[in-house]
């Protein structure tokens, strides 16, 4: 182990950590279940605790070294269903490679059924430490964090433009529209769906750039809003066939900073249908920037359907024709 090192880096890089946490009831969306964003709300809060643990807590790296936190890749895979009153045995265990430049942790979450330890997450969470320019350090990095600080969180890619963007509206504006000329350029003939809005502050963290718990939020909302573009809407199927929504995985990675009220261009695009039984959707978003779309973040979400075969158990469901039918057929953006 380097011993040039502080002790609290060699902590964060060598020792893992396990805390007990339990997952806010605002995630309980439906039945007793918890979803798959605040699944992976408390692999964000198990990686904030092993900070704390390792006595470089988040206040402080911003109060004394100017750093933000950033999670800029989070990964989950869901096994087991998360109930409203677990308690989950979050476990963070160290992966950074040695010349890495980000931090990378797996987390797993266990919680008790039945007298049985039961892991009903696996995540794999990266972190930035993104220099803050509008404070000034009270004092130097300790030994070995400065490796892992970055003046920006990333460069997108940036695509040049045929359409001519049209003006967007007011501060008022609500949830955005799905008619836009950009929109319909990013589409093409593809089987996606767009959305153009404005992100509030509310998604935002130190002052500025949209953090990994908002783009997650992004990611239900644009599922949401092309489910009922489809003829999908969650609650119409709720109540029509039973079908509830499940996540068995995702992804969402940050590439570079989107800041506070920039308006965000979300291309959503089904990829795979399986068996029947899930499809795969990926999520791109873009700003516009001196005439250039940059894109900003990327995901993906595998979802399927349970439906309730007796009280309170769930088997997945397999997609009917008019739902198959909803998922694979293109819908032309409006211009």
Same mark, same amino acid.
């Given at each position: ?24 009831? /605002? ?28 006595? &470089?807590? %988040?206040?402080?790296?911003?109060? *004394? ?5 950033? %999670?800029?890749?989070? *990964?989950? +895979? ?9 308690? %989950?045995?979050? @476990?963070?265990? !160290?992966?950074?490679? $040695? ?25 794999? @969470?990266? @972190?930035? #430490? ?7 350090? =009270? =004092? !130097?990095? !300790?030994?070995? &964090? ?11 890619? +940036? #695509? /040049? ?19 836009? !000329?950009? #929109?319909?350029?990013?589409?093409? /003939? ?19 750039? %949209? ?8 990611? $239900?909302?644009?599922?949401? &809003? ?7 809407a969650i609650k119409k199927v709720l109540d029509t066939r039973g079908w509830i929504p499940v996540v068995t995985q995702s992804r969402v990675e940050i590439l570079d900073e989107t800041v506070m009220e920039e308006e965000l261009y979300t291309v959503y695009t089904v990829e795979n249908i399986f068996k029947t039984l899930l499809y795969t959707t990926r999520m791109d978003c873009y700003v516009l920037r001196d005439g250039v779309l940059v894109k900003t973040a990327t ?8 439906? =309730? ?17 909803? #998922?694979?057929?293109? *819908?032309?953006?409006?211009?």
């Amino acid at each position: 182990m380097d011993t040039t090192l502080h002790p609290a880096v060699t902590a964060l890089l060598h020792t893992p950590t396990t805390a007990r946490l339990r997952p806010l009831f /605002e995630g309980n969306n439906i039945s007793y279940a918890i979803g798959f964003k605040h699944i992976n709300y408390v692999a964000e809060a198990a990686v904030l605790d092993h900070f704390r643990q390792a006595g &470089l807590s %988040v206040g402080d790296l911003y109060r *004394r070294f100017g750093l933000g936190f950033d %999670v800029v890749d989070i *990964r989950s +895979r869901l096994g087991a269903l998360l109930a409203v009153d677990d308690e %989950v045995e979050a @476990v963070v265990t !160290p992966r950074t490679k $040695e010349d890495a430049d980000r931090f990378r942790f797996r987390v797993e979450q266990f919680v008790q059924r039945d007298g049985r330890r039961v892991r009903c997450a696996d995540s794999t @969470v990266v @972190v930035a #430490l993104r220099v803050d320019g509008h404070i000034a350090s =009270e =004092e !130097p990095c !300790p030994a070995g &964090l400065e490796r892992f600080t970055t003046a920006r969180l990333g460069e997108g890619e +940036r #695509l /040049e433009l045929a359409a001519t963007p049209v003006p967007y509206g007011g501060l008022t504006a609500g949830r955005g529209t799905t008619a836009d !000329p950009v #929109l319909s350029e990013l589409i093409g /003939e593809t089987n996606a769906f767009g959305w153009r809005w404005r992100v509030g502050y509310f998604y935002c963290h130190y002052n500025e750039r %949209v953090q990994m718990s908002g783009f997650l939020r992004i990611m $239900e909302e644009v599922e949401d &809003l092309f489910l009922a573009d489809r003829g999908l809407a969650i609650k119409k199927v709720l109540d029509t066939r039973g079908w509830i929504p499940v996540v068995t995985q995702s992804r969402v990675e940050i590439l570079d900073e989107t800041v506070m009220e920039e308006e965000l261009y979300t291309v959503y695009t089904v990829e795979n249908i399986f068996k029947t039984l899930l499809y795969t959707t990926r999520m791109d978003c873009y700003v516009l920037r001196d005439g250039v779309l940059v894109k900003t973040a990327t995901g993906t979400i595998t979802h399927g359907y349970l439906q =309730e075969v007796a009280p309170n158990r769930w088997e997945m469901a397999e997609f009917d024709e008019a739902t198959v039918s909803a #998922l694979t057929t293109p *819908r032309k953006a409006a211009s």
